[in-house]
Nanobody, 124 residues
Framework: QVQLVESGGGLVRAGDSLRLSCAASGGTFSNYRMAWFRQAPGKEREFVAVISWDGVITNYAASVKGRFTISRDNAKNTVYLQMNSLKPEDTAVYYC?????????????????WGRGTQVTVSS
């Protein structure tokens, strides 16, 4: 019943910025831990960023820390990922995920709901 829909991906050059959005419906968004994962061709899906239900706590993968910022607007049932200083190695499909309960935040199996993904391509 819970649906997550990502948007905002596209083709950019190295050093540019993108802002991804994930709109949630059909559940109690304000109670969910929300995260972003990404998957490049031929590679495993990897953790990018997570945010607590109230937006107070955030954590990031070392590869994106200082460049990406996760945020949420519970009134709009939306989570965001601001991506700055993009690098070619950031090229991937980016997925939004939601968790009803606490768990190991950087593992896929901690999340109950997933979006279909949005493509981000960074050219050099």
């Amino acid at each position: 019943q819970v649906q997550l829909v990502e948007s905002g991906g596209g083709l950019v050059r190295a050093g540019d910025s993108l802002r991804l959005s994930c709109a949630a419906s059909g559940g109690t968004f304000s109670n969910y831990r929300m995260a972003w994962f990404r998957q490049a061709p031929g590679k495993e899906r990897e953790f990018v960023a997570v945010i607590s239900w109230d937006g107070v706590i955030t954590n990031y993968a070392a590869s994106v820390k200082g460049r990406f910022t996760i945020s949420r607007d519970n009134a709009k049932n939306t989570v965001y990922l601001q991506m700055n200083s993009l690098k070619p190695e950031d090229t991937a499909v980016y997925y939004c995920a939601g968790a009803r309960y606490s768990g190991t935040y950087y593992r896929e199996n901690a999340y109950d709901y997933w979006g279909r993904g949005t493509q981000v391509t960074v050219s050099s």
